[in-house]
Nanobody
Framework: VQLQASGGGLVQAGGSLRLSCAAF????????VGWFRQAPGKEREFVAS????????NYADSVKGRFTISRDNAKNAAYLQMNSLKAEDTAIYYC???????????????????WGQGTQVTVSS
């Protein structure tokens, strides 16, 4: 499976962006998709994840209530709707695929085997 993230850009604080993650290859019901981000000088951190079959979601505390993860089975794609953006959301955002998720989508990067190339999100204050 290959993943391609897109939708990043420059936005003012308080604004919104919608990131897309297109999957090229077969996504199975046992899979999960996650979004992670990495700011300059910081480690990659979990943002949100979703199981492909039941759409069970996990969110980092820092984005709860502002970000929404979703998936479209027919389009083989996942999305991250980001509202009320803050300067601290500035980072490169990556989507990733866990080929063998349990009931709940994982939050650790090590659980994900496939990664997209990343898309830059810059929030100006």
């Amino acid at each position: 499976v290959q993943l391609q993230a897109s939708g990043g850009g420059l936005v003012q604080a308080g604004g919104s962006l919608r990131l897309s993650c297109a999957a090229f290859g077969t996504i199975y019901s046992s899979n999960a998709v996650g979004w992670f981000r990495q700011a300059p000088g910081k480690e990659r951190e979990f943002v949100a994840s979703i199981t492909w079959r039941a759409a069970i979601r996990n969110y980092a505390d820092s984005v709860k209530g502002r970000f929404t993860i979703s998936r479209d089975n027919a389009k083989n794609a996942a999305y991250l709707q980001m509202n009320s953006l803050k300067a601290e959301d500035t980072a490169i955002y990556y989507c990733a695929l866990d080929p063998d998720s349990g009931k709940y989508p994982p939050t650790l990067p090590s659980a994900y085997d496939y990664w997209g190339q990343g898309t830059q999100v810059t929030v100006s204050s």
